[in-house]
């Protein structure tokens, strides 16, 4: 953690006045908002991967800043597991996420941290690794959802999509483009 004072420190000026309260952070389920915009996480991330001494110390990093549950150790944990070596995380980047997503998590976090593996180089795990996701529980049905929204090419997994339960309106959203994308 000491590594991650040091990079918002050399990453995000007067880090120290930066926060603030926000009203929304114990509704979306984060323990903590700092207030660090996204372009500065992006800067720490950054950083981080450049001025580790290893990769490995980052790859167990993620973990605590995930286990911290802070909307800022989200963001970084998620862009970190995005763009570091697979050797250095030990498994694919997919599923060092879901191994991360031990309690039923915000949509908006598992889609954002989803987006930053996708954008990272990392494919949208195959159709089989999503129905098995899904059936492990309602919550994961929704997190399989989201998934399959990354797709660049036509959902086929219809009843999946179809099936899920319901949720918030950002997801009914998603849900919606990828039923009217099928055709």
Same mark, same amino acid.
């Given at each position: 953690?000491?590594?991650? =004072?040091?990079?918002?420190? +050399?990453? /995000?000026?007067?880090?120290?006045?930066? $926060?603030?309260? !926000?009203?929304?952070?114990?509704?979306?389920?984060?323990?903590?908002? *700092? #207030?660090?915009?996204?372009?500065?996480?992006?800067? %720490? +991330?950054?950083?981080?991967?450049?001025? +580790?001494?290893?990769?490995? /110390?980052?790859? @167990?990093? *993620?973990?605590?800043?995930?286990?911290?549950?802070?909307?800022?150790?989200?963001? /970084?944990? #998620?862009?970190?597991?995005?763009?570091?070596? /697979?050797?250095?995380?030990?498994?694919?980047?997919?599923?060092?996420? %879901?191994?991360?997503?031990?309690?039923?998590?915000?949509?908006?976090?598992?889609?954002?941290?989803?987006?930053?593996?996708?954008?990272?180089?990392?494919?949208?795990?195959? !159709? !089989?690794?999503?129905?098995? +996701?899904?059936?492990?529980?309602?919550?994961?049905?929704?997190?399989?959802?989201?998934?399959?929204?990354?797709? @660049?090419? $036509?959902? =086929?997994?219809?009843?999946?999509?179809?099936?899920?339960?319901? #949720? #918030?309106?950002?997801?009914?959203? *998603?849900?919606?483009? *990828?039923?009217?994308?099928?055709?």
């Amino acid at each position: 953690m000491r590594f991650l =004072k040091t990079a918002y420190t +050399a990453c /995000v000026s007067d880090y120290a006045n930066k $926060p603030r309260t !926000d009203v929304t952070a114990g509704n979306a389920g984060f323990r903590f908002h *700092i #207030g660090t915009p996204l372009p500065d996480l992006r800067q %720490i +991330a950054s950083w981080m991967l450049t001025h +580790a001494p290893k990769q490995r /110390v980052l790859a @167990k990093l *993620i973990p605590a800043l995930w286990k911290r549950h802070g909307r800022e150790d989200i963001s /970084v944990a #998620g862009m970190l597991l995005a763009n570091m070596d /697979v050797s250095a995380l030990g498994q694919g980047p997919w599923m060092a996420f %879901i191994h991360l997503l031990q309690r039923q998590e915000p949509l908006l976090v598992v889609l954002e941290v989803a987006e930053e593996l996708v954008r990272g180089g990392h494919a949208v795990p195959n !159709d !089989d690794w999503i129905e098995a +996701a899904a059936a492990q529980s309602p919550h994961w049905h929704q997190y399989s959802v989201l998934f399959l929204s990354l797709r @660049k090419e $036509p959902v =086929k997994c219809r009843e999946l999509v179809t099936s899920a339960p319901r #949720g #918030g309106e950002m997801y009914e959203r *998603i849900r919606s483009r *990828i039923l009217q994308s099928e055709g």
